[in-house]
Nanobody
Framework: QVQLVESGGGLVQPGGSLRLSCAAS????????MGWYRQAPGKQRELVAG???????NYADSVKGRFTISRDNAKNTVYLQMNSLKPEDTAVYYC?????????WGQGTQVTVSS
């Protein structure tokens, strides 16, 4: 059974920074893709950033230049460094892992950007 546990959300003022972490545990294939998605109230869940086990990354246009995704394969952990946060970044952020046998989500962590 694979579990994904997110941490690092919270309340931050516009222009501030937060760092999200997602630790995966259980039986995980070494070749996989991890990513961050977000869902704002009344909106569909959308991809924020993804990273393969070899380090290739992709980002939503809305976060390019502000967010950075990274991972520590030894710890099965993915990070999302979020800088220059805007009110429109407010959402529940979900971690996702896809490998040969598992496709699932973490429980989500709330990020609120407000003055």
């Amino acid at each position: 059974q694979v579990q994904l546990v997110e941490s690092g959300g919270g309340l931050v003022q516009p222009g501030g920074s937060l760092r999200l972490s997602c630790a995966a545990s259980g039986s995980i294939f070494s070749i996989n893709v991890m990513g961050w998605y977000r869902q704002a109230p009344g909106k569909q869940r959308e991809l924020v950033a993804g990273i393969t086990s070899s380090g290739s990354t992709n980002y939503a246009d809305s976060v390019k230049g502000r967010f950075t995704i990274s991972r520590d394969n030894a710890k099965n952990t993915v990070y999302l460094q979020m800088n220059s946060l805007k009110p429109e970044d407010t959402a529940v952020y979900y971690c996702r892992l896809d490998d040969n046998s598992f496709h699932g989500w973490g429980q989500g962590t709330q990020v609120t950007v407000s003055s």
